[in-house]
């Protein structure tokens, strides 16, 4: 199913998705570095959003390999309620918003007829998504102690009451730095590759348009 698959091909859908996953890494790294300039609550809303990754990182493999009866009524209600759950779980809604609609970007395609092409491209993606997710969750949970917390101290987040404003614990609520560097590594990523691809393409593109004329141009001087 994969063999003829061009997984470097960019769609419209491609840029917004990666437009989004640039958005969330510049939030998610100037709260780590410079908190004072945000509210304490984002905080506790970005350490919320990479646990609630956890779960939504499944939705693009389970959704894409499923019927499109079983995604409409069964996966999207199913998933609806963790998002329902994690609504109670973030301080600012707003948040929320931005990334449900980069969750609707991902499950575009269960909801309609596409290509297998395209079926397999989001089925690729999706688990390559999952696998750097989990890789990413075990290496900074067994590295907690060496990750830099950067503006994100203890005295910093005693002084601004975050303890007092978090709904939940744990480890990612704890130890905020520890989901919010997870998070800018796990958004940023992505959108250097796309970056890195897009501009290999675009000059390979451009190498292949130099030689095209190259030759066009010694044809012509043989006449």
């Not at 905080?43 to 919320?48: E, G, K, M, P, Y």
């Not at 109670?88 to 092409?117: D, G, K």
């Amino acid at each position: 199913m994969f063999a003829n698959i061009n997984f470097n091909r960019n769609s419209p859908f491609s840029f917004i998705e990666y437009g989004f996953q640039a958005y969330y890494a510049y939030v998610f790294f100037m709260v780590w570095t410079h908190p004072k300039l945000h509210p304490v609550s984002l905080i506790n809303d970005l350490a919320i959003l990479m646990a609630f990754e956890f779960i939504m990182v499944h939705s693009g493999v389970f959704m894409a390999v499923m019927p499109k009866k079983w995604s409409l009524f069964i996966f999207f209600p199913f998933y609806g309620l963790f998002a329902m759950g994690f609504n109670q779980s973030v301080v600012s809604t707003n948040l929320l918003y931005i990334y449900l609609l980069t969750v609707l970007n991902r499950m575009r395609f269960a909801f309609s007829n596409v290509s297998p092409e395209v079926r397999g491209i989001q089925i690729g993606k999706s688990a390559i998504r999952t696998m750097f997710y989990f890789f990413l969750l075990l290496a900074v949970c067994l590295g907690s102690s060496i990750i830099p917390p950067l503006g994100l101290t203890e005295e910093f987040l005693k002084k601004s009451d975050y303890f007092q404003t978090v709904k939940s614990s744990g480890l990612f609520i704890e130890k905020p730095y520890v989901p919010i560097s997870m998070g800018f590594i796990y958004y940023s990523l992505p959108v250097l590759y796309f970056i890195y691809r897009t501009i290999k393409k675009f000059g390979q593109g451009s190498q292949k348009g130099k030689l095209v004329y190259s030759q066009t141009t010694i044809k012509s001087n043989k006449f």
